[in-house]
Every structure is written in structure tokens, then in C-alpha cells.
């Protein structure tokens, strides 16, 4: 079959989906814990998470990498910079760097490869994407994982890549629409900071 993309996760066209989850933690609404996700060429789905919060919350260290006065600068700064507030929110949903392996991967550099988890055999249609660099690819051509069984692992197409990396570019402009909209509303007034010593 070909590969699918769905952009958006809504309540409307989220029942298709509800039949392939096996957590029924996320199963009974996945338009809240998911921004998008594709078809692959075989049923199965590949997910792409949403951020279940906005992150107000960033803190400095102080001591090995910095003195205490640039620490407590860089908190002020953060909770007047609102291009640092996205930058961090954007960050950890995880989408560009997810988005810069795949172009690895168009580039030789790595490979991409769909599995399915251990802990979740009884997942009806669901699997994870994996990314490994070429040097950690065994001579079998599959990565070695110590939590993931080697038969797990199938190669993604190209199509199936390309579709991921829509999928991926969907979640992220919504990620960046819903945090504009966090900014219009409340600006930087719930932004909290702090700095703590770091012996390591």
C-alpha cells in the first residue's frame, strides 16, 4: 500500500488511528499526545508526539562551566527573550533534529530504520524510527540494539522517509503556531528561572 501522511490529528479522523494503538493511556485520545503520523507501505503507523506542555520553566548552572554572574545574566535574559522561549520549546519537542537526521540519511551519512519496541508487543500497528550511523550498522545491514530484537527492525523507503519528514514539518509548524499564540496571550509573564550550583 502507498505510504499516508495525516498532518494533523484531530478528534474527527482520529478513529482510524485508535485501532492501531495498544497504550490505553494515549489510545482514548490521540489528537492530545499526537501532532501527526504516517502510514507506512505496510499498515503499520509511525507516530510524531506533541510536547504535552509548554516548558516556562529554564534553569542555569553555575560553578564548572560558569561563574555566578553569567548565570544570573543568562536568566534575565531568558525571561525577556521570547526568541529563546521558542528556540527551547522547539528544541525539546525534538522535530528539527529528527528533521536533520533524515537528511543525513538522504545524504549517505546514516540509515533510518522502523521497529517495534519490545515493551510493546501487543501493539496492533505501531512501530518507533530509529536512526543509526553507517559504522554501527552490522553485516547483516540492521543496527544492534541491546533492548531491540534484530528481526524487529525493517529499513525505511524512501517515500516512507519522505512522508515522516512532512509529518515531522507539520508537527513543527504547529508546535511554532501554538507557542505565537502562548505569546500573544500571556507573553513572558509565567516564565520562571533559576540558577543552581553544579559540582559535576
Same mark, same amino acid.
Given at each position: 500500500?502507498?505510504?499516508?501522511?495525516?498532518?494533523?490529528?484531530?478528534?474527527?479522523?482520529?478513529?482510524?488511528?485508535?485501532?492501531?494503538? *495498544?497504550?490505553?493511556?494515549?489510545?482514548?485520545?490521540?489528537?492530545?499526545?499526537?501532532?501527526?503520523? #504516517?502510514?507506512?507501505?505496510?499498515?503499520?503507523?509511525?507516530?510524531?508526539?506533541?510536547?504535552?506542555? #509548554?516548558?516556562?520553566?529554564?534553569?542555569?548552572?553555575?560553578?564548572?562551566?560558569?561563574?555566578?554572574?553569567?548565570?544570573?545574566?543568562?536568566?534575565?535574559?531568558?525571561?525577556?527573550?521570547?526568541?529563546?522561549?521558542?528556540?527551547?520549546?522547539?528544541?525539546?519537542?525534538?522535530?528539527?533534529?529528527?528533521?536533520?537526521?533524515?537528511?543525513?540519511?538522504?545524504?549517505?551519512?546514516?540509515?533510518?530504520?522502523?521497529?517495534?519496541?519490545?515493551?510493546?508487543?501487543?501493539?496492533?500497528?505501531?512501530?518507533?524510527?530509529?536512526?543509526?550511523?553507517?559504522?554501527?550498522?552490522?553485516?547483516?545491514?540492521?543496527?544492534?540494539?541491546?533492548?531491540?530484537?534484530?528481526?524487529?527492525?525493517?529499513?525505511?523507503?524512501?517515500?516512507?522517509?519522505?512522508?515522516?519528514?512532512?509529518?515531522?514539518?507539520?508537527?513543527?509548524?504547529?508546535?511554532?503556531?501554538?507557542?505565537?499564540?502562548?505569546?500573544?496571550?500571556?507573553?513572558? *509573564?509565567?516564565?520562571?528561572?533559576?540558577?543552581?550550583?553544579?559540582?559535576?
Amino acid at each position: 500500500m502507498a505510504t499516508k501522511v495525516i498532518e494533523k490529528i484531530t478528534k474527527k479522523n482520529q478513529g482510524e488511528l485508535q485501532g492501531k494503538l *495498544s497504550n490505553p493511556y494515549t489510545k482514548d485520545n490521540p489528537s492530545k499526545h499526537y501532532a501527526s503520523y #504516517i502510514e507506512t507501505e505496510d499498515g503499520k503507523v509511525c507516530l510524531v508526539e506533541k510536547p504535552e506542555r #509548554i516548558e516556562k520553566n529554564f534553569c542555569f548552572a553555575e560553578g564548572r562551566t560558569r561563574d555566578i554572574s553569567e548565570a544570573i545574566e543568562l536568566a534575565k535574559k531568558a525571561e525577556r527573550d521570547r526568541d529563546y522561549f521558542i528556540s527551547k520549546n522547539v528544541q525539546r519537542a525534538g522535530y528539527e533534529e529528527k528533521i536533520e537526521k533524515i537528511e543525513k540519511v538522504e545524504n549517505g551519512d546514516m540509515h533510518a530504520f522502523f521497529y517495534t519496541p519490545n515493551d510493546c508487543k501487543e501493539a496492533q500497528g505501531e512501530v518507533g524510527i530509529w536512526f543509526e550511523e553507517n559504522w554501527k550498522i552490522g553485516e547483516d545491514g540492521l543496527p544492534s540494539h541491546k533492548f531491540i530484537s534484530p528481526s524487529s527492525f525493517r529499513e525505511v523507503t524512501n517515500e516512507e522517509l519522505q512522508a515522516y519528514k512532512q509529518a515531522l514539518e507539520s508537527a513543527n509548524a504547529a508546535l511554532l503556531k501554538r507557542l505565537n499564540t502562548y505569546l500573544k496571550r500571556f507573553g513572558l *509573564s509565567k516564565v520562571r528561572t533559576w540558577t543552581y550550583w553544579d559540582e559535576a
